[in-house]
């Protein structure tokens, strides 16, 4: 079993800065790439950012320079730092993880629960 579990969401007023945090545990044999979703009401999810474990990074055209996605491979862990927070970034963000367990000789996607994201205006 794989498990993603996310942390550091909350409220946060417009201009505010907050940091998310995604580890993943249990039979992990190797994970390619980790990354950020974010849905926001009435929304389709959508890409905010990833990084391969080489470390190269995407980011949506529309966050460059305020949101910064990183990765500890010793913690199969991802983070994303978000800065100069606005009001229409709020939505749930899930973590995702390309993993290949230890008992299969494939990759497979892996998402997390999510993690509420608000910014008041």
């Known amino acids: 079993q794989v498990q993603l579990v996310e942390s550091g969401g909350g409220l946060v007023q417009a201009g505010g800065s907050l940091r998310l945090s995604c580890a993943a545990s249990?039979?992990?044999?190797?994970?390619?790439?980790m990354g950020w979703y974010r849905q926001a009401p009435g929304k389709q999810r959508e890409l905010v950012a990833a990084?391969?474990?080489?470390?190269?990074?995407n980011y949506a055209d529309s966050l460059k320079g305020r949101f910064t996605i990183s990765r500890d491979n010793a913690k199969n862990t991802v983070y994303l730092q978000m800065n100069s927070l606005k009001a229409e970034d709020t939505g749930v963000y899930y973590c995702?993880?390309?993993?290949?367990?230890?008992?299969?000789?494939?990759?497979?996607?892996?998402w997390g629960q999510g993690t509420q994201v608000t910014v008041s205006s």
């Open positions: 995702n993880a390309i993993i290949r367990t230890s008992w299969a000789p494939k990759f497979y996607d892996y």
């Open positions: 249990g039979s992990i044999f190797s994970i390619n790439t």
């Open positions: 990084i391969t474990s080489s470390g190269s990074t």
